[in-house]
């Protein structure tokens, strides 16, 4: 039998029960447990997130589900005894540290005596070593027909199936419609996969460049007050504050293209058609010197003939194959750095977007970009 319908079976062992022995209600626990979720996982499947799976949590002694690192408070508190029950789970939700101190579980505390009654009745439905559960898997054990309809009928109330629950994991929004995905989707990569048809020619692309660029970008992409520079550059990457712009740092005019459909004229954005992005690409080449001729002409055809300068300086992700990622070990989250850690600089300007006075006086040395 699988977890998750052994775990059914036992929703339905904990509803037909007398009241004296289980206090919460599961059903109404599976929403207190929304306060948990964000670190713990139960029910099939469940991984360990930031806290340790739930599964079998009652009867378990604290600090031993396998391959997670739980803190040493935990670990010896175990050795010291600590196994999960009804009375030691109450204690340890309602003040975490007061019962094991130095917990490494943030969380302030159930303070309502039924919200902890209805959670832990609620992991219970998901623990197998509990009394009532033991007994129920034994009388259990023919699968009579009544026992399937009560079992349905514990689904819906004790642990919804993954069907019933709408809008994903945490119960928000609904799915995107076919539409909305079609419109999102519209990244265009160094390949060339999903450039739209179209085509513009550098001296279009000036007159769109004037009109709906040039007012923060410059008429020549040099850039007005802190707005962004897009031409110029070259040989400075190696200075203290290099000048990235397309043609200096930027390794595919894919970029250019999709970053500049998607989101530009700033404020406006989606405002341009296809043609017009063509167009604007060419000119953009044009201000960075890649291309020459006025009349050049960009088009789906020969987009991906034109390579920019610095591309040979970019190399592929190759994170994967470090070895801490091809271990696939946990990755070290604090005092990860041997011999402590100094503060060598500090970013003065978090965003390049001009905004207030503040900004506009900002040195710019050691901004971020
Ligand atoms: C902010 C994250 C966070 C929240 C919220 C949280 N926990 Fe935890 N929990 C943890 C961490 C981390 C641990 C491991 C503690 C340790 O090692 O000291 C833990 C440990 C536990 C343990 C001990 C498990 C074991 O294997 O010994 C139980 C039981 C538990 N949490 C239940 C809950 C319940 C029930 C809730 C909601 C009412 C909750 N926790 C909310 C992070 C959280
Ligand atoms: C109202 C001011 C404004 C207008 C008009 C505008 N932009 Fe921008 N542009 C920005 C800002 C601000 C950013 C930086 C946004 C960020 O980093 O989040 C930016 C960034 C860019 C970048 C990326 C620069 C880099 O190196 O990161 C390109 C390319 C660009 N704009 C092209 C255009 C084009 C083409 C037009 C005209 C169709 C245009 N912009 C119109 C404000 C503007």
């Given at each position: 039998?699988?977890?998750?319908l052994k775990a059914?079976?036992?929703?339905?062992?904990?509803?037909?029960?007398?009241?004296?022995?289980?206090?919460?209600?599961?059903?109404?626990?599976?929403?207190?447990?929304?306060?948990?979720?964000?670190?713990?996982?139960?029910?099939?499947?469940?991984?360990?997130?930031?806290?340790?799976?739930?599964?079998?949590?009652?009867?378990?002694?604290?600090?031993?589900?396998?391959?997670?690192?739980?803190?040493?408070?935990?670990?010896?508190?175990?050795?010291?005894?600590?196994?999960?029950?009804?009375?030691?789970?109450?204690?340890?939700?309602?003040?975490?540290?007061?019962?094991?101190?130095?917990?490494?579980?943030?969380?302030?505390?159930?303070?309502?005596?039924?919200?902890?009654?209805?959670?832990?009745?609620?992991?219970?439905?998901?623990?197998?070593?509990?009394?009532?559960?033991?007994?129920?898997?034994?009388?259990?054990?023919?699968?009579?027909?009544?026992?399937?309809?009560?079992?349905?009928?514990?689904?819906?109330?004790?642990?919804?199936?993954?069907?019933?629950?709408?809008?994903?994991?945490?119960?928000?929004?609904?799915?995107?419609?076919?539409?909305?995905?079609?419109?999102?989707?519209?990244?265009?990569?160094?390949?060339?996969?999903?450039?739209?048809?179209?085509?513009?020619?550098?001296?279009?692309?000036?007159?769109?460049?004037?009109?709906?660029?040039?007012?923060?970008?410059?008429?020549?992409?040099?850039?007005?007050?802190?707005?962004?520079?897009?031409?110029?550059?070259?040989?400075?990457?190696?200075?203290?504050?290099?000048?990235?712009?397309?043609?200096?740092?930027?390794?595919?005019?894919?970029?250019?293209?999709?970053?500049?459909?998607?989101?530009?004229?700033?404020?406006?954005?989606?405002?341009?058609?296809?043609?017009?992005?063509?167009?604007?690409?060419?000119?953009?080449?044009?201000?960075?010197?890649?291309?020459?001729?006025e009349d050049f002409?960009?088009s789906k055809d020969?987009?991906?003939?034109?390579?920019?300068?610095?591309?040979?300086?970019?190399?592929?992700?190759?994170?994967?194959?470090?070895?801490?990622?091809?271990?696939?070990?946990?990755?070290?989250?604090?005092?990860?750095?041997?011999?402590?850690?100094?503060?060598?600089?500090?970013?003065?300007?978090?965003?390049?977007?001009?905004?207030?006075?503040?900004?506009?006086?900002?040195?710019?040395?050691?901004?971020?970009?």
């Amino acid at each position: 039998m699988s977890k998750f319908l052994k775990a059914l079976v036992i929703g339905t062992a904990l509803a037909s029960l007398p009241a004296a022995a289980v206090a919460g209600d599961p059903a109404a626990g599976e929403k207190v447990f929304k306060k948990c979720a964000a670190c713990h996982a139960v029910g099939d499947g469940a991984k360990h997130k930031v806290g340790p799976e739930l599964n079998d949590v009652l009867g378990r002694t604290a600090g031993t589900a396998e391959v997670y690192k739980y803190s040493k408070a935990m670990i010896s508190a175990g050795e010291d005894g600590l196994v999960w029950d009804e009375a030691t789970l109450t204690a340890y939700l309602t003040k975490p540290r007061d019962v094991v101190k130095g917990t490494k579980m943030a969380f302030a505390g159930l303070r309502k005596e039924q919200d902890l009654d209805n959670v832990i009745a609620y992991l219970a439905t998901f623990s197998a070593d509990t009394p009532a559960a033991e007994e129920e898997q034994s009388s259990a054990e023919p699968a009579e027909p009544e026992t399937k309809v009560q079992t349905a009928e514990a689904s819906a109330t004790a642990k919804p199936t993954p069907e019933l629950r709408e809008g994903g994991t945490f119960h928000l929004g609904r799915k995107a419609t076919e539409d909305e995905v079609a419109a999102w989707d519209i990244d265009v990569r160094p390949d060339g996969t999903g450039l739209p048809e179209g085509s513009g020619t550098v001296a279009d692309g000036e007159v769109l460049f004037t009109d709906n660029c040039a007012v923060c970008h410059g008429d020549f992409g040099e850039g007005v007050g802190r707005w962004p520079v897009l031409a110029g550059g070259q040989d400075t990457l190696r200075n203290a504050r290099p000048e990235k712009t397309i043609g200096s740092y930027w390794p595919y005019l894919s970029t250019v293209y999709d970053y500049v459909r998607r989101s530009m004229p700033y404020g406006n954005a989606r405002s341009l058609s296809d043609d017009d992005v063509y167009a604007l690409t060419a000119y953009l080449l044009y201000l960075n010197d890649i291309v020459e001729d006025e009349d050049f002409e960009l088009s789906k055809d020969n987009f991906t003939e034109i390579r920019l300068p610095n591309e040979a300086n970019f190399i592929p992700d190759d994170r994967m194959e470090e070895p801490h990622y091809a271990q696939k070990a946990e990755p070290c989250m604090s005092d990860c750095k041997p011999d402590g850690v100094t503060i060598t600089m500090r970013a003065r300007i978090l965003d390049v977007t001009p905004g207030s006075v503040d900004d506009d006086d900002a040195s710019g040395v050691g901004g971020v970009d």
